[in-house]
């Protein structure tokens, strides 16, 4: 959760990023195991029967990268595949070319 935490912080100047955590489990559970654990993002709870029957997701964690036109355009599963989907996806931003065209 920590290098979670990380990856966060390295988007926290993007106003075009958002972490969200949908997890499976109850929110007394998830609090309970939280309160060993530092975890940041914004956490949605009792998701299990949407991210298996809807987004047809049965191995976690998995991370998906989606647009701001709500298209899902990266899913991936692992914390350095994570980081390579959206390091990809934000150097495809408007907001990114803008940025580093200044920058030049």
């Given at each position: 959760?920590?290098?979670?935490?990380?990856?966060?912080?390295?988007?926290k100047?993007?106003?075009?990023?958002?972490?969200?955590?949908?997890?499976?489990?109850?929110?007394?559970?998830?609090?309970?195991?939280?309160?060993?654990?530092?975890?940041?993002?914004?956490?949605?709870?009792?998701?299990?029967?949407?991210?298996?029957?809807?987004?047809?997701i049965?191995?976690?964690?998995?991370?998906?990268?989606?647009?701001?036109?709500?298209?899902?355009?990266?899913?991936?599963?692992?914390?350095?595949?994570l980081?390579?989907?959206?390091?990809?996806e934000?150097?495809?931003?408007?907001?990114?070319?803008?940025?580093?065209h200044?920058?030049?």
């Amino acid at each position: 959760m920590i290098l979670l935490n990380k990856v966060k912080e390295s988007y926290k100047n993007r106003i075009d990023v958002v972490f969200t955590s949908f997890v499976a489990d109850s929110k007394r559970n998830i609090k309970n195991f939280l309160k060993e654990r530092e975890f940041n993002w914004a956490t949605i709870f009792n998701q299990r029967d949407y991210l298996r029957k809807v987004l047809n997701i049965i191995v976690f964690p998995t991370y998906i990268n989606i647009s701001k036109k709500g298209v899902i355009s990266r899913v991936v599963q692992g914390y350095s595949e994570l980081e390579v989907a959206l390091a990809n996806e934000c150097k495809k931003s408007k907001y990114f070319q803008a940025i580093n065209h200044l920058l030049k």
